[in-house]
């Protein structure tokens, strides 16, 4: 069984820079890990993954150029790196994986949920 626990989230400025950790544990090997996040009242939203077998990356248009998304696989982790952060940016934020490795944007493809990690951006 793949458990996923993100950690990082909170309460930040406009203009300003986090880091999202999510901490896999269960047999990993082999999963894409991807980003999503909810906004209030809005569906869920791809916002990043990275593929294990060869850490192809892909983001959201929305999100392109300002996170980052890796992997330390000694640490079993996935972080994405938020800058240049603004308001639209609010949402909780979910760490995902995918037995099938295909860093899809489709939340459908994707087995494993975290609890997600609450982001909020002040203007």
């Known amino acids: 069984q793949v458990q996923l626990a993100e950690s990082g989230g909170g309460l930040v400025r406009a203009g300003d820079s986090l880091t999202l950790s999510c901490r896999a544990s269960?047999?990993?090997?082999?999963?894409?890990t991807g980003w999503f996040r909810q906004a209030p009242g809005k569906g869920r939203e791809f916002v990043a993954s990275i593929r294990w077998s060869d850490s192809r990356t892909y983001y959201a248009t929305s999100v392109q150029g300002r996170f980052t998304i890796s992997r330390d696989n000694a640490k079993n982790t996935v972080y994405l790196q938020m800058n240049s952060l603004n308001s639209e940016d609010t949402a909780v934020y979910y760490c995902?994986?995918?037995?099938?490795?295909?860093?899809?944007?489709?939340?459908?493809?994707?087995?494993?949920w975290g609890q997600g990690t609450q982001v909020t951006v002040s203007s």
């Open positions: 995902t994986a995918d037995s099938l490795d295909g860093g899809s944007y489709a939340s459908a493809d994707y087995d494993y």
């Open positions: 269960g047999h990993t090997a082999g999963y894409a």
